[in-house]
């Protein structure tokens, strides 16, 4: 009988190169033009709704949430980089890396609602104009990508005492969280300039 050679399961590993193999598949496929295209009619009905007509309507409303969001991202992003920064040892460093942690991560949950509330008012008031938009399924994908990063890898990585995992890997962290919010705050401002 031959030694059967030991392999010690790694689901996040296999779910994360699952999904990138799915992403992968979703943007070379036929699939991704079609969903797109399925998507207009959707878009078209949301520029219908109360919140579309209410933005299109009223400037000052808009402009409202539109300053909201801002100052909801604004929250977002110093959380990002208040947590990274501690990270990668350049912030806080007499703080227990648990505890500044654990207060970022609940600032990062009522940042991220208020991001999405504003950003689906706003999304109403303009719907087709960033459906066609390139930039804005950027930012949209690099959203989702900080969001499922961070509540994916990020947080189950750090929840247990940030004192078990090794250094480089809390620095890892924190570059990579750090690159994809970078990206989401590049592609939104991307949106303010095409628009």
């Known amino acids: 009988m031959a030694p059967s050679l030991p392999v010690p399961p790694y689901p996040r590993t296999v779910a994360v190169c699952a999904a990138i193999a799915t992403g992968l598949w979703f943007a070379l496929s036929d699939l991704r033009v079609d969903l797109w295209v399925g998507l207009l009619p959707f878009f078209e009905w949301l520029e219908t709704t109360p919140l579309g007509v209410i933005g299109k309507t009223w400037g000052a409303a808009f402009a ?6 801002l100052l909801a991202m604004a929250a977002l992003g110093g959380t990002v980089l208040v947590a990274d920064g501690q990270l990668l040892g350049l912030v806080f460093r007499d703080r227990p ?67 078990s995992v090794a250094p480089a890997t809390r620095r890892l ?15 939104g401002r991307w949106i303010g300039f095409s628009g």
Request: one cysteine or more; charged letters at 15%; glycine letters at 6%.
């Open 97 to 163: 890396l648990p505890d500044l942690q654990r207060q970022c991560d609940r600032l990062f949950d009522r940042a991220l609602v208020l991001v999405v509330l504003t950003g689906v008012f706003m999304v109403c008031a303009v719907a087709v104009k960033v459906y066609y938009l390139e930039v804005f399924w950027y930012k949209m994908l690099a959203l989702a990508s900080g969001v499922l990063f961070v509540y994916l890898v990020r947080r189950p990585l750090l929840r247990c005492d940030g004192g």
């Open 64 to 69: 409202v949430v539109q300053a909201v969001h």
């Open 173 to 187: 962290v924190g570059v990579a969280s750090l690159m994809i919010w970078f990206s989401v705050a590049a592609t």
